[in-house]
């Protein structure tokens, strides 16, 4: 039975380059989750954008002397381009400047006004008497009243990840000319947070399967009480607010970049020449996932939850898997010290699959993780191309030189029963390894079901990891002189099990599976062959395989790592 699966990926700024950091985070984990649920023939909706707005943009704009508007342009290409080259599938990839994502954000605006969850107040609000402007809370700094580190952005605290208030930092000053800023009066809309607290924390303590720290996390916040929070700014660049008096200012990017994935889904439905496909993505029942870094979590178990709650009739978030923050050579990854290895730059030079694999397989699911050159580089070399693109190559060129280029016939083992189901009449190891397979299939559906994937490619690299131990012992380059039979038999096994490792390793790798389909004399796309048992007829036509992998060279570990920081 089809399953309806809504995938939202957290917005990047349109401000610079996408890191690996952005990619380990967020972008990987949805994408392995939407090309599973693809391959398990759900139906998958997955959408993201940049976030074109905020003073992020109009920062970045200040520093290049352009417009904002060359700024998003700019990058939303090249997120696009990074995307393709890394393979990440959305359905819809756009932006929050789009005709159709301001007029979704006036409408819920609208609604949560005349369902009076709105309100408006008069607020003291930061202001440089040297700059002669108001100061979105980005271009405030000062200390934070939480944790008192110095150098505290007045939206977000980067050192304890709190949401601030420019007013609540301890000695703020004007992020351009350093002048410590005054109050002065200005007339903003606010979000009530505040009426959604019992709502929220009823809602919240039922989301069991939430990650230990996404629960945990959001339980903290809701103990300390949620507070309104402004939700317009006196800002040129965003969305204008559609009330009378209000047409100078606009809406604050945190309320507005959430509401990006129902537009988004609107916008996709749009394109897709049906433009109520997005509906059944929507219906109160449907699981949604929303993929994002922990510095997000609050703005996705409470901010957004509490929007939908008062637009009425939309489904809630099902689960907000958040990753920990990935750091590199053990710094934490930060734009403004260069301290990154950018994406446009990483696929210039390397291919997508093995970056897939090492943030995979070391992805900061649970706690922070680290990644370096020198590691990228071992486990290229050492798991990558050694373990798994040696296993295909060796068997599958092997078994193509002296099987005719087709795929041997087994003797007694290794057959495949009438459900797809493998039935062993033998002890032999290869009938073992097979098990081994035929169970992970299942195994693995069930850990990326529950988001757990950096367990479910260990558990596919484990498998062949056998799979080379098997050869080893079976070595059938040597018995093929003696015994044929033989080499046939764990040929095929070797065969067999390969062809589940590339549905396994499909999600995580979908390039070098994709290669392995073909090389296997498979046709079409490996996705459409779905997430069962890889039956492998004997005498099934194979193509000479090219090697998956390339292997490094350690130089490079000396050469890229130089380029962090500079
Ligand atoms: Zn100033
Ligand atoms: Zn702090």
């Known amino acids: 039975m089809s399953e309806r699966i809504f995938i939202g990926v957290a917005w990047p700024y349109a401000e610079g380059s996408l890191h690996i950091g952005n ?24 959408v993201s954008g940049s976030d074109q707005h905020g003073t992020p943009i109009t920062l970045k704009a200040e520093q290049e002397g352009k417009t904002p508007q060359e700024i998003i342009e700019f990058y939303q290409r ?42 408006k107040d008069t607020v003291a609000q930061m202001y440089c008497p040297k700059c002669q402007r108001f100061l979105p809370d980005r271009y405030v700094e000062g200390t ?46 606010f979000l009530k947070l505040s009426a959604f607290q019992d709502k929220l924390e009823k809602w919240a303590e039922q989301q069991k399967q939430w990650r230990p720290n996404v629960y945990g996390f959001t339980q ?5 009480g ?20 209000f047409e100078n200012k606009r809406l604050y990017v945190w309320f507005e970049a959430v509401i990006g994935y129902l537009s988004a889904s609107k916008e996709w439905a749009e394109k897709s020449g049906d433009k109520d496909k997005w509906q059944p993505f929507w219906q109160t029942g449907v699981k949604s996932y929303y993929f994002l870094a922990k510095d997000n979590i609050p703005f996705h178990t409470l901010i957004w939850p ?58 900061p699911e649970t706690s922070d993780a680290d990644f370096s050159w020198r590691e990228f580089v071992r486990r290229n070399n050492d798991e990558l191309v050694a373990t798994y693109g040696n296993l295909v190559n060796r068997v599958l060129t092997f078994t193509y030189r002296n099987f005719e280029g087709k795929v041997p016939t087994c003797g007694d083992m290794g057959k495949t029963g009438k459900e797809g189901i493998p039935q062993y009449a033998s002890t032999d190891l290869g009938a073992t390894l097979e098990a081994t397979a035929f169970s992970l299939i299942s195994d693995i559906d069930k850990e990326l079901a529950e988001c757990h994937f950096k367990y479910a490619i260990h558990l596919a690299m484990g498998l062949a990891h056998e799979a080379n131990r098997y050869l080893d012992e079976k070595a059938p380059w040597k018995t093929i002189k003696t015994d044929r039979k033989a080499a046939a038999n764990s040929l ?45 007829p004997a005498g099934q036509k194979l193509r000479e395989p090219q090697p998956l992998f390339k292997k490094l060279d350690e130089s490079i570990i000396e050469e890229e790592t130089k380029r962090i920081g500079t």
Request: aromatic residues 12%.
């Open 492 to 536: 095929y096994v070797a065969l067999s099990v390969i062809a589940q490792l590339k549905t396994m390793l499909y999600p995580f790798l979908p390039f070098s599976s994709q290669k392995v389909h073909e090389y296997l004399g498979f046709e079409g796309r490996i996705e459409d062959s779905r997430w069962k048992w890889q039956d492998l």
């Open 78 to 119: 090249e997120f696009i381009d990074c995307w393709e080259k890394l393979g990440i599938c959305f359905d819809l990839y756009t932006g929050t400047h789009t005709e159709n994502h301001i007029k979704v954000s006036q409408d819920i605006f609208m609604k949560l006004l005349d369902k009076g969850w709105l309100y």
């Open 220 to 224: 903290r916040y809701l103990k300390e």
């Open 306 to 363: 509490s929007m939908l709650m008062g637009y009425e009739g939309l489904a809630l978030p099902y689960d907000v898997p958040a990753n920990e923050f990935l750091t590199i050579e053990g710094k934490k990854i930060s734009r403004s010290l260069n301290w990154a290895v950018y994406l446009p730059d990483y696929l210039s030079r390397y291919d997508p699959d093995p970056l897939r694999y090492i943030l995979s397989i070391n992805m």
């Open 144 to 189: 934070c009243p939480f944790c008192k580190t110095p150098g505290a952005r007045g939206d977000q605290c980067d050192a304890c990840s709190k949401p601030l208030n420019a007013t609540e930092l301890i000695k703020p000053y004007c992020r351009m000319c350093k002048t410590t800023p005054v109050l002065k009066n200005s007339e903003h809309f």
């Open 23 to 46: 990619i380990a985070g967020a972008d990987l984990p949805a994408d392995i989750f939407a090309r599973y649920h693809r391959m398990k023939g759900n139906e998958v909706l997955m």
């Open 226 to 245: 949620l507070r309104d929070r402004a939700i317009t700014r006196d800002i040129e660049w965003g969305i204008p607010v559609p009330v009378k008096g």
